[in-house]
């Protein structure tokens, strides 16, 4: 895919390089020359211009990518004008980051519905965290239906998976074992392999170091942690 991110702050290079790492055609925008320097190597492509420039807008690719995300949060007029400027020209698929309920509220009155604010959908999260000891990472669903990654209790530790029922004892559904990669050696990055249930070609006994990747309610996951 084509990704255009407007913004090379914390969020918007962060961004930028994970897209790229993941394969796709990035363009990384930023005012900011030494921003655009300092990222060239991380980033596929890095551009230098006043992004609240309707001429220099104009001269990216707008309208051969798949989105474009507006990162600008931290400048608020920067941030609605560039964002009314690419609404203006017609670009449609726009994702535009927010600061406030008003910087939201605005960008939704001239037309972009799809808005982040990766502070507060990060704090959601690790609040979670805090609170539920044994999880790694949380997804929310819903205020109650969540998808959680957690560390196998010690009472399985040593059993095969065809000897855990988590449906029937704790209204929870598996949906896949997460272990760390053995192939990975020394490496200071640690990887991980994750087996899809449905994918699972032998019965594997559960590790210490095994994970599982559940869905269910909050409560019945704390009750399956014993929190």
Not at 143 to 155: F, H, Q, T
Not at 208 to 214: E, L
């Amino acid at each position: 895919m084509n990704f255009i991110v407007i913004g090379l702050g914390n969020f918007g290079a962060s961004l930028a390089k994970k897209l790229t790492a993941l394969g796709h055609d990035v363009i990384g925008v930023d005012k900011d020359l030494d921003k655009v320097e300092f990222f060239k190597d991380t980033i596929k492509n890095t551009v230098s211009m006043d992004i609240t420039d309707i001429h220099a807008l104009k001269a990216l690719p707008l309208k051969d990518c798949d989105m474009v995300v507006v990162c600008l949060s931290d400048d608020f007029g920067s941030s609605v004008k560039t964002t009314a400027l690419l609404k203006d020209i017609g670009i449609q698929r726009i994702c535009a980051r927010e600061s406030s309920q008003i910087h939201k509220t605005i960008l939704n009155a001239i037309g972009v519905t799809n808005t982040i604010n990766p502070e507060y959908d990060a704090a959601v999260v690790f609040a979670e965290k805090l609170i539920m000891t044994g999880i790694w990472s949380i997804y929310n669903i819903s205020d109650d239906i969540k998808i959680a990654e957690v560390s196998v209790p010690d009472e399985y530790v040593g059993k095969n998976y065809s000897q855990i029922d988590l449906k029937e004892s704790y209204n929870l559904v598996i949906l896949a074992l997460k272990y760390p990669d053995q192939k990975n050696g020394t490496s200071p990055v640690e990887k991980w392999t994750i087996i899809d249930i449905d994918d699972l070609e032998k019965d594997p006994i559960l590790r210490k170091d095994t994970r599982f990747i559940i869905k269910g309610g909050k409560k019945d996951i704390m009750d399956f942690l014993k929190l």
